[in-house]
């Protein structure tokens, strides 16, 4: 297959390489059987601003891959807070970029 016809499926993953320290650590203390889930600091008052905030938004769909493990997690974590998982996600995308 040409270099022109190649499409993102066929791109292999960079595995490995981290923004920095801090990211690297991070993810080797998630993928570690050690990790525990601490306990929740979002508060009624974020959630609901995470959730005023879907609502009064435009939307865009995008697909995203994460681990399995990571995905897990964030679906105990928003079971926990009462929230569907992708509101979690959201919420914490918007804080990452605010």
Not at 5 to 17: N, R, V, W
Not at 64 to 71: A, G, M, Q, S, V
Request: aromatic fraction near 4%; proline fraction near 3%; charged fraction near 35%.
């Amino acid at each position: 297959m040409s270099k022109a016809h190649k499409t993102a499926a066929d791109k292999e993953p960079t595995i490995g390489e981290y923004l920095d320290d801090e990211e690297r650590k991070l993810v080797e203390l998630i993928e570690s059987d050690d990790y525990e889930i601490g306990e929740s600091h979002l508060t009624a008052e974020v959630i609901e601003e995470a959730q005023l905030a879907a609502i009064n938004t435009k939307r865009q769909k995008i697909s995203l891959r994460i681990p399995r493990k990571d995905l897990e997690l964030l679906k105990a974590k928003a079971k926990r807070e009462g929230m569907p998982y992708q509101t979690l996600i959201n919420s914490i995308l918007h804080k990452a970029v605010s």
